[in-house]
């Protein structure tokens, strides 16, 4: 799927890329819905239909990563009711034995997320992927989400990298198509980033099914 000759620079998204996604699915159709609930005398199904239409409408921007947005909004800790699922969160299979591998070939890696400040250092706390990352870029800093292509202009400033030698794995189609539009040539999607849910059958870009596949001396 890759021929390293032709690659310097290897950008990795987190959630539902090198970590599994079921944490943050499940944080976001089922627990908070149940706690969001209990604290406005509402079930299950009645919270997650009450909050549903504020989870499209925010999608994909930055205020839907930020955490102190939807604290605001709903009027509970959202870090805080994140630890409390904190066991959820793990690596994908594979990720550690890639970031082991690149390391080996000497390629420049560095995480770029939607993810918030506070998200990232609980997961960097529950895994060893932080192990691997002197350079972590988040979109909250730059002010845009992966959707949008400024990110890019501004990871370049921050992080200069050759869009034509830069690899760009993330789940997020949206974030693959910006990418594009920015310019990066080598964009890899994921076939299953919650490993609780069926593998994708389809997806604008190439989808790797297990790490392994980029683990060839090429
Ligand atoms: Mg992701």
């Known amino acids: 799927m890759i021929i390293w000759k032709e ?4 950008l ?4 539902g890329t090198l ?20 604290q406005n005398n509402m079930d299950l199904k009645a919270a997650q239909d009450a909050l549903m239409p ?26 805080k009711l994140k630890e409390d699922i904190g066991h959820l969160i793990k690596e994908r299979p594979g990720s550690l034995n890639l ?10 890696m560095a995480l770029v997320t939607n993810a918030h400040a506070g ?9 060893r992927i932080g192990d691997y ?14 959707e949008d292509v400024q990110f890019w202009e501004a990871l370049q400033e921050a992080y200069p990298f050759e869009p034509q030698r830069t690899v760009l794995i993330d789940d997020n189609t949206n974030v693959l198509h910006s990418a594009d539009r920015y310019g990066i040539k080598h964009l890899l999607s994921i076939a299953q980033p919650d ?24």
Request: proline share 4%; aromatic share 18%.
């Open 99 to 108: 970031l082991q591998y690149i390391t080996s070939i000497k390629k420049r």
């Open 7 to 10: 690659i310097d620079t290897v």
């Open 119 to 127: 998200l990232i250092a609980m997961k960097f706390n529950a895994t």
């Open 195 to 218: 490993l609780s849910r069926p593998i994708r059958s389809e997806n604008d870009f190439p989808m790797i099914e297990s790490f392994e596949e980029l683990m060839n001396e090429k």
């Open 54 to 79: 504020g989870f499209y409408k925010w999608a994909g921007t930055l205020s839907w990563y930020c955490l102190d947005h939807w604290s605001d909004h709903l009027g509970m800790d959202i870090l």
């Open 12 to 15: 990795f998204d987190m959630d």
């Open 133 to 146: 990352f002197d350079d972590v870029y988040c979109s909250h800093d730059f002010g845009f989400p992966k």
């Open 19 to 38: 970590l599994d996604l079921h944490f943050d699915n499940y944080f976001w159709h089922e627990y908070l819905p149940q706690k969001w609930g209990e």
